[in-house]
Nanobody
Framework: QVQLVESGGGSVQAGGSLRLSCAAS????????MGWFRQAPGKEREGVAV???????SYADSVKGRFTISKDNAKNTLFLQMNSLKPEDTAMYYC?????????????????????????WGQGTQVTVSS
């Protein structure tokens, strides 16, 4: 049973920082893509950042240079460091794991930043950025 538990969300002012964590357990894939998605009220879920099993990363244009995805393989934990936060970053943030590598989705579908590439999801953590 795959379990993903996010933490670290909260309320900050514009320009501030937050670090999200996702504790993962229960999956045995040898190669997989992990990622962060977000969904604001009334909007579709969008990919924020992904990291492959070899450590390579991809980011949405809207967060490049501000967000950094990383993982601690020993602790099975995924992170998202968010700096220079903007009000438009306000959303529920979700951690997710895909059965295949990020490269697989990039080669076959043009991008790994797509919700349907991911099999397992956490419950989400709210991030609110005020102006």
């Amino acid at each position: 049973q795959v379990q993903l538990v996010e933490s670290g969300g909260g309320s900050v002012q514009a320009g501030g920082s937050l670090r999200l964590s996702c504790a993962a357990s229960g999956y045995t894939y040898s190669s997989y893509c992990m990622g962060w998605f977000r969904q604001a009220p009334g909007k579709e879920r969008e990919g924020v950042a992904v990291i492959d099993s070899d450590g390579s990363t991809s980011y949405a244009d809207s967060v490049k240079g501000r967000f950094t995805i990383s993982k601690d393989n020993a602790k099975n934990t995924l992170f998202l460091q968010m700096n220079s936060l903007k009000p438009e970053d306000t959303a529920m943030y979700y951690c997710a794991v895909a059965q295949f590598t990020c490269v697989y989705w990039n080669v076959n579908y043009g991008t790994p930043l797509r919700a349907d590439a991911f099999n397992y999801w956490g419950q989400g953590t709210q991030v609110t950025v005020s102006s």
